[in-house]
């Protein structure tokens, strides 16, 4: 939005707003982006160490799909209120 904020005409007060949700976005989106690769790499690890099982694979898998879901969420949040500031 930022980037197009001269075509949709947004005020100084809206270029403020959405340069503070995206900071803020950003505060809670790479934490758990770290989190992510994290798990991914200890998921490829266990594989490439041959040392996976049927339950470590559920458990690491549910991890990474509960962290994507929770980076999604974050994500999207913020479109819905940068949405909101909008006239």
Known sequence: MLELADQLGLSLE???H???LFET???EAVPLG???IEQETALDREFADQSISRSS???LTAQIAE???RLRTVHLKYHLTTAEILT
Do not use: F, I, P, S
Request: net charge positive.
């Open 14 to 16: 809206q270029r403020q």
């Open 18 to 20: 959405v340069q503070n």
């Open 25 to 27: 976005m950003k505060d």
């Open 34 to 36: 770290e989190k992510l």
């Open 57 to 59: 694979l559920a458990r």
């Open 67 to 69: 962290t994507q879901g």
